[in-house]
Structure formats: structure tokens, C-alpha cells
């Protein structure tokens, strides 16, 4: 996790002094960890990393809270003059239009986002933390 501040986009991201002791944070990781899944602080603590903020989500969760990669909008794509929206989860793309404006095209995205981000609620209701978190998350 410290090598992920040094990259593009970790420029405002904190860990917790807690956590500059390795040991502290194993302890934490054996207490806590999932097998296969992934640490997100996105979904409790936007970007401060601490056991407070830190959760294990399925990597399907956690594609949800990636920032966006390019220069527009999130889940928007600009084809010459009009603006596709789509997103890709576990490797599989899905188009959910095109569009006149970005912002036509992100709202569709974001309308989208919101239907899986129920369904994956749904599917992890056995998990409450998780659960809560996906359903109270923008």
C-alpha cells in the first residue's frame, strides 16, 4: 500500500501512522482479510488508509470505486462528435448508449451504476458492513 502513493492519483491518499508498523497492519490484515478479496478504502474512508476505513470487498465491489482514467467524465467516452456511455466490470464491456452531450452520457453511466451497485448489495446482504456501505454510496 505505501508503493500505491507514490502513483497517479494516490497524490492526496494517507495511511494511518498505525500502519508504518508492518506488524500493526498484519495483525490487522489476519483479522480481517476475505481470500480473494481486495483492501478498498474508498467505500468507508475515501483516501486514508486505517482500520477504520479500510475493508475487504470483492474485486467486483471494488472496480465500482475506481477513479476514472481519462479526461472526461467517468464512464463516458468521447467517438468524434458524440459521447458513449459505458463501463467495463471483470473484464467485460457494457455500452449504454451514445449521446449529445457528456453529461447526457454520464448520467446514463451513473443510472447504471446505481442498478449494479443494488444488485451487489443484494448478493452480499450476508455481509452487513459491506452491504450498508454499497447502499449508502454515491
Known sequence: MHSRLKRK???????CAEWYTFS?????YLENSIRGWDVDKDMLGANHYSPGTCMFVPHEVNQLFRGGYGKYKKGVQ???????AK?????????????ATEDEAHQVYLQHRQVRIHNLATKYSNYPVLSTALLNSK
Open 9 to 15: 492519483g494516490y497524490a492526496n491518499t494517507t495511511i
Open 24 to 28: 500493526n497492519y498484519y495483525y490487522w
Open 78 to 84: 468521447k467517438i468524434y462528435n458524440s459521447w458513449v
Open 87 to 99: 463501463s467495463t466490470y471483470n473484464g467485460v464491456q457494457e455500452y449504454y448508449g451514445t449521446f
